[in-house]
């Protein structure tokens, strides 16, 4: 059984910071690439940040010179550093983890919300 546990979404005004993390812990015996999507509502889930287990990543057009995404591989966690944020970034935040195998495993979600 694999388990993700995220954290660090919230409330903030538009220009303010958040930080995300997802602890992924349980039966994964190698992970390979991890990341961030979201889903605001109405509309599709996309991704935001992914991270290799290498340390190569990828962003979304919409967040890229705002948003920051890390990982510390000792610990299964990845950050997501979100600066200056929007409010159409506001959705619910999801982290997504792939094992070698390879085989997906997904958070509960955590909210982020930005309004004045």
């Known amino acids: 059984h694999v388990q993700l546990v995220e954290s660090g979404g919230g409330l903030v005004q538009p220009g303010g910071s958040l930080r995300l993390s997802c602890v992924a812990s349980?039966?994964?015996?190698?992970?390979?690439?991890m990341g961030w999507y979201r889903q605001a509502p109405g509309k599709q889930r996309e991704l935001v940040a992914s991270?290799?287990?290498?340390?190569?990543?990828n962003y979304a057009d919409s967040v890229k010179g705002r948003f920051t995404i890390s990982r510390d591989n000792a610990k299964n966690t990845v950050y997501l550093q979100m600066n200056s944020l929007k409010p159409e970034d506001t959705a619910v935040y999801y982290c997504?983890?792939?094992?070698?195998?390879?085989?997906?495993?997904w958070g509960q979600g955590t909210q982020v919300t930005v309004s004045p």
């Open positions: 997504k983890v792939r094992s070698t195998v390879p085989i997906d495993y």
């Open positions: 349980g039966s994964i015996f190698s992970i390979s690439s």
């Open positions: 991270i290799t287990s290498g340390g190569s990543t």
